[in-house]
């Protein structure tokens, strides 16, 4: 019995000193009961006063911002709307031209850029067929309406 008790106390000890030697970090995450969690940086307040100067990134939103008929109706709008340009077309070119831009508090489109292109002609005609989409229905952050960053690629197929 003394034994067994005697090797308890070691095991505590040996426990003890482990936990001292430990960071603080590595002391909350070993802490029984508790759970590991990886925690995102959280962006600044929204303030109706400067809405439009932080933009949210997608992963931040409560609701991501929809197209007027969801997916479909984005594929749809980009498929009736977009039209081969004429030199890319002779030329056999083709490709996926990858966008960014803005989706305002107001469901706007703007700042359309080209991250990733393929031909000036199919650079141009991809923002210029984003730049023309109706509005969305906004993203949502605490029951606001938020501006946010959305990246779409727009195909070309011949």
């Keep these: ?16 000193f482990i936990m001292m030697s430990l960071p603080l970090s590595a002391q909350k995450r070993h802490h029984r009961g508790a759970s590991t969690k990886v925690q995102l940086p959280t962006p600044p307040p929204h303030h109706p006063e400067v809405a439009e100067e932080h933009v949210y990134d997608l992963w931040y ?8 008929g969801g997916e479909r109706g984005l594929l749809r709008y980009i498929n009736s709307h977009r039209e081969y340009p004429q030199e890319a077309y002779e030329n056999g070119i083709s ?4 966008c960014s831009f803005t989706i305002s508090s107001d469901g706007t489109v703007c700042n359309v850029q080209v991250i990733r292109g393929v031909e000036p002609s199919l650079d141009r005609e991809a923002v210029r067929v984003i730049s023309s989409m109706p509005r969305w229905i906004p993203a949502i952050v ?10 779409l690629p727009i195909p070309f197929r011949l």
């Design 1 to 16: 019995m003394l034994k067994r008790h005697s090797l308890s106390i070691i095991i505590v000890l040996a426990t003890v």
């Design 61 to 68: 939103v409560d609701e991501e911002p929809r197209f007027p």
């Design 95 to 98: 490709g996926r031209v990858l």
């Design 142 to 151: 605490s029951d606001q309406a938020v501006p946010v960053y959305y990246v």
